[in-house]
Each structure stands twice: as C-alpha cells, then as structure tokens.
Nanobody, 124 residues
Framework: QVQLVESGGGLVQAGGSLRLSCAAS????????MGWFRQAPGKEREFVAA????????YYADSVKGRFTISRDNAKNTVYLQMNSLKPEDTAVYYC?????????????????WGQGTQVTVSS
C-alpha cells in the first residue's frame, strides 16, 4: 500500500504562486507514475500533470502548460506541483495520485492510490 499526503494549498490572489507537496509513504514509489488532478465544485475531477518518478518527460494539461511544473525529490519520496500565474479558474481541490506503472496516463480511474486533497483558492 502507498499513502499519499498533500500539503501546501491555500488562498492566493490571481497572478500569485503556490507549491503543493505530496509525500508518499508505505512503499517506494520509484517506479510509479505520479499525477496531480483537481476537482472544482460541481465539476468532474480533471487531469493537471503527471510524471514518472524518474522525472523525465512530464505531461501537462493544456490549461496549465507553461504555468505549472511537476517535480520530485526521490530522497524525500515527495512530488511537487509548482503553480505560477494562478487564475481564479484554477480554484479547486488538488489531489495527488500514484499509479503502479510507468506508462503516462491522464485518466483518474487508471490511478491506484490517492491523497486526501488540498484546497487551492485563487481570488480575483
């Protein structure tokens, strides 16, 4: 089993930045794909970013490309989502997820483990 715990959410003004963290425990996730998803009220959970634990060739949703960066610290078993130039439409609960395969996918149902989520609110 893998446990994922997100942190770093909060309230920020439009144009600001936040960095989310996702700490993994219970099992090494060295060969896992790590992803970030978000869910706004009344909307379906949507893909944000994903990367292999190696960090190579990350993949981003078009809506965040150029503004968000996914990265990892293997020594800390932690993955990050740096969010810059935030917009009100980025407001959502952000979830970290892990998949027991290195193949990059963007579908939430393909992920095996999920964190509890962290709220990000961007004010205009």
């Amino acid at each position: 089993q893998v446990q994922l715990v997100e942190s770093g959410g909060g309230l920020v003004q439009a144009g600001g930045s936040l960095r989310l963290s996702c700490a993994a425990s219970g099992r090494t996730v060295i060969n896992y794909q790590m992803g970030w998803f978000r869910q706004a009220p009344g909307k379906e959970r949507e893909f944000v970013a994903a990367a292999r634990w190696s960090g190579n060739n990350p993949y981003y949703a078009d809506s965040v490309k150029g503004r968000f960066t996914i990265s990892r610290d293997n020594a800390k078993n932690t993955v990050y989502l740096q969010m810059n130039s935030l917009k009100p439409e980025d407001t959502a609960v952000y979830y970290c997820a892990a998949r027991t395969s290195s193949v990059l996918v963007t579908t939430a149902s393909e992920y095996n483990y999920w964190g509890q989520g962290t709220q990000v609110t961007v004010s205009s």
